[in-house]
């Protein structure tokens, strides 16, 4: 049974380029939130999507967008790089909308650099 | 504000017993959650609390106090391999409220 599955496992960007991470959730699982980790901090929620819609948002700026395609894999898409975004982005899954009582599976994340 | 306030460093022995405490102030709170998470590695899910009380797996138990804003996590028989940040987190508008972590450091 996969797990979540990010790719890629790393990238280096240039400041101002755009990016976009991919994200296969748990199979069985319908639903997928993305994260962002700085180094030695707890991650922050970035957004949610569930019937290919964004449910909740977190406080961040429209610079990062994502999508769900039917077969519940995600994207995330961020913009105008700034030397900030630098991070570990991690992708959640979990089935239905809601407080996931068992837990989210987490992939390993997309450690993302921007110089 | 939402926020959770845990240690940033916990050292103990191999063998022992460690606790991990975590306070929160956050809104809609619906119990409260703990990960493990090594280093380049994904949280890992280990426990939830949404009633007061203890919950235990194995040699990991979690305890949750409503009325004091309050939980904590217990590591029993401390094994080399238990080296990690340990997360505490609480769902809010469906989404998780993560603590900055705290790394555990486990001598030998």
């Known amino acids: 049974d996969a797990g979540v599955t990010q790719s890629p496992t790393h990238l280096i960007k240039t400041r101002g380029q755009q990016v976009t991470l991919r994200c296969s959730p748990k199979?069985?699982?319908?639903?997928v939130s993305w994260y962002q980790q700085a180094l030695g901090q707890g991650p922050q929620f970035i957004f949610q999507?569930?019937?290919?819609?964004?449910?909740q948002r977190g406080n961040f700026p429209d610079r990062f967008s994502g999508h769900q395609f039917p077969n519940y894999s995600s994207e995330l898409n961020v913009n105008a790089l700034l030397l900030g975004d630098s991070a570990l982005y991690l992708c959640?899954?979990?089935?239905?909308?809601?407080?996931?009582?068992?837990?989210?599976?987490f992939g390993s994340g997309t450690r993302l650099t921007v110089v | 504000g939402q926020s959770l306030e845990q240690p940033s460093e916990v050292t103990a022995v191999e063998g022992a017993i460690v606790q991990i405490n975590c306070t929160y102030q956050?809104?809609?709170?619906?119990?409260l959650s703990w990960y493990q998470q090594h280093d380049g590695g994904a949280p890992t899910f280990l426990s939830y609390?949404?009633l007061d009380g203890l919950e235990e797996t194995g040699r990991f138990s979690s305890f949750l106090s409503r009325s004091d804003s309050y939980g904590y996590l217990l590591l029993q028989e401390l094994q080399m391999k238990d080296s990690a940040s340990y997360f505490c987190?609480?769902?809010?508008?469906?989404?998780?409220?993560w603590g900055a972590g705290t790394k555990l450091i486990i001598k030998p």
């Open positions: 609390n949404a």
């Open positions: 999507y569930y019937e290919e819609e964004e449910r």
């Open positions: 199979s069985g699982h319908d639903t």
């Open positions: 987190a609480c769902f809010s508008n469906y989404q998780l409220i």
């Open positions: 959640a899954s979990s089935s239905g909308v809601g407080r996931a009582t068992y837990g989210y599976t």
């Open positions: 956050t809104s809609g709170f619906y119990g």
